[in-house]
């Protein structure tokens, strides 16, 4: 398995066949080890925090839905390998979900630059998030994504911090129209430990 590499490959995934037939019963397992990587920060926004797990069934599920076969696997694996955690990091999909679109519209227009005011406090260190360079995440005109993929790069001696079960660890978005933070539970922290070397 690739997991130790942080990288997923051709031989990780099942084939078509044996997916289909155990699809059921992989979604399910992963519900519940998405369980502890959701955490919920003010009324609209959400961090899911991926793993080498999420990302794999991410990827066997992109090929089942749409039988690409290697060509798509290979677009999929360049969508998908740079959200795996490196093993010195934690990797989160931002969600701003609002169901009505007019306000949804509304809202993101006015947290433009959001991506970079996300931050995770380990005790009294701020460790700023590094949004996902694949594309802006924010327009020109100042609109925000609904959908933000950021990086909190840790140095050694916070992923010791955030071993310690006893650390305060909180996440927030210190943005001037969204100002919401959040402290970790011990579950959250046990299961984002997972993602370190």
């Known amino acids: 398995m690739s997991k130790e590499n942080r990288e997923i490959e051709k031989k990780d995934l099942l084939a078509p066949k044996i997916y289909e037939q155990s699809r059921k019963q992989i979604r399910k397992e992963l519900i519940k080890f998405k369980k502890n990587r959701r955490i919920a920060l003010g009324p609209y926004a959400t961090f899911y925090f991926e793993s080498f797990e999420t990302m ?3 990827v066997q599920e992109m090929l089942y839905i749409e039988k690409g076969g290697d060509e798509q696997l290979k677009d999929e694996l360049t969508i998908y390998n740079p959200l795996v955690p490196s093993g010195k990091e934690l ?4 969600m701003f979900e609002i169901d009505n679109p007019v306000s949804r519209s509304i809202f993101l227009g006015k947290i433009g630059g959001v991506e970079k005011n996300v931050f995770m406090k ?3 260190e701020k460790i700023y998030a590094i949004p996902e360079t694949d594309i802006d995440r924010t327009s020109a005109e100042g609109k925000a994504s609904s ?3 950021i990086h ?4 050694d001696e916070q992923i010791i911090m955030f071993r310690n079960i006893n650390s305060n660890i909180e996440i927030g978005i210190e943005h001037k129209e969204y100002l919401h933070t959040t402290k970790l539970t011990e579950e959250n922290i046990k299961s984002l430990l997972t993602d370190f070397n």
């Open 56 to 58: 794999l069934g991410q």
């Open 91 to 94: 990797v989160a999909t931002l």
């Open 122 to 124: 380990i005790e009294n």
């Open 147 to 149: 959908v933000q993929f």
């Open 152 to 155: 909190f790069k840790l140095k």
